[in-house]
């Protein structure tokens, strides 16, 4: 998974114009040790892409979107993110943060009936959207 989360969140830095996205410092280690919920996608038996999220009784948090930059725009996020819609929250709220510059990634959950709800001052002049999915 870390050799598709490293290249992937690469080219978001590169987007926003911030290198200091916490997944880039990720481990196999920290990633095996968090509390999140995987899902994958897989290409010819290969790992191409993954969701992970967070949830209670009451909603859900993508934490993760994670595609390949090999993989990108072969629709596999829109598969990942109906699968969090659809089959995980199961008519629960859901919420995202990407980077506010991130359009394509926006554009995306917007698709789905996500709304922006604020922006967060990550770091001087670096914001996050936080979008919501009721």
């Known amino acids: 998974m870390i050799d598709i989360q490293i290249p992937a969140y690469k080219v978001e830095a590169e987007l926003i114009g911030y290198d200091g996205i916490p997944q880039l410092l990720d481990t196999v280690e920290t990633m095996m040790e968090c509390k999140e919920n995987f899902v994958g996608y897989f290409l010819e038996g290969e790992l191409a892409a993954f969701v992970s999220y967070e949830e209670t009784e009451q909603e ?75």
């Open 60 to 134: 859900v948090e993508i934490c993760r979107l994670v595609v390949h930059p090999y993989h990108f725009r072969k629709k596999i996020a829109t598969i990942l993110v109906e699968h969090v819609v659809e089959t995980i929250a199961q008519g629960r709220p859901i919420s995202v943060n990407t980077g506010a510059l991130n359009f394509p990634a926006k554009g995306l959950y917007q698709m789905f009936g996500f709304r922006q709800v604020r922006d967060i001052e990550v770091a001087p002049g670096v914001f996050i959207t936080e979008l919501r999915r009721s």
